[in-house]
Nanobody, 121 residues
């Protein structure tokens, strides 16, 4: 089995910062891209940021310049540093990893359980 466990969510005031972490564990063969998505009430899940194995990054326009994604391949962990937070950043944040399980020949998408981020005005 494979698990993605997120941590670091919480309540913060406008302008504050939070750092999310997501660690993948279990029977992992190799990990390709990792990323963060978010879903606000009544809205569709959207990509926030993604990072490849070569550390190429991609950000939603709404978070560029404020959020930074990074990864530690030795720890199978992806991070999201969120600065200058705004009330519109309030959402459940989900970790995503495209990985291949040990002994498997194909890659699949795996998700964490989600962590709540609330930004008060």
């Amino acid at each position: 089995q494979v698990q993605l466990v997120e941590s670091g969510g919480g309540l913060v005031q406008t302008g504050g910062s939070l750092r999310l972490s997501c660690a993948a564990s279990g029977s992992i063969g190799s990990i390709d891209a990792m990323g963060w998505y978010r879903q606000a009430p009544g809205k569709q899940r959207e990509l926030v940021a993604a990072i490849t194995t070569g550390e190429e990054t991609n950000y939603a326009d709404s978070v560029k310049g404020r959020f930074t994604i990074s990864r530690d391949n030795a720890k199978n962990t992806v991070y999201l540093q969120m600065n200058s937070l705004k009330p519109e950043d309030t959402a459940v944040y989900y970790c995503n990893s495209r990985l291949r399980r040990r002994g498997w020949g194909t890659f699949g998408d795996y998700w964490g359980q989600g962590t709540q981020v609330t930004v008060s005005s």
